[in-house]
Nanobody, 120 residues
């Protein structure tokens, strides 16, 4: 099972940018579809963005509220997932988690999360 560790969260003013990273252990990162989720206090965890596996080209998905502001990417050589977040809004405040989606008999895996706070 792949182990995931997020980093890059912090406090940023509205309109600012952050880049989240998710480092995966082992050498199986490239076989997983990956995703970023977030959970704000009192709310359910929601899918923010996802990216398919594969060595040549990836498909991406974004929830409507972040499309055009956030960009998900991956570097399979570095076993790392990224989320570039621009034009941040207070409503983006949440704990952000990366997830390796289950594939076949391999279970998925969650990271521990990184906090993003958007405030003046």
């Amino acid at each position: 099972q792949v182990q995931l560790v997020e980093s890059g969260g912090g406090l940023v003013q509205p309109g600012g940018s952050l880049r989240l990273s998710c480092a995966a252990s082992g050498n199986m990162f490239s076989i997983y579809d990956m995703a970023w989720y977030r959970q704000a206090p009192g709310k359910q965890r929601e899918l923010v963005a996802s990216i398919t596996r594969g060595a040549n080209g990836h498909s991406t998905y974004y929830v409507d509220s972040v499309r055009g502001r956030f960009t998900i990417s991956r570097d399979n050589a570095k076993s790392t997932l990224y989320l570039q977040m621009n034009s941040l809004k207070p409503e983006d405040t949440a704990r952000y988690y990366c997830k390796a989606e289950p594939i076949g008999l391999l279970p998925g895996s969650w990271g521990q999360g990184t906090q993003v706070t958007v405030s003046k």
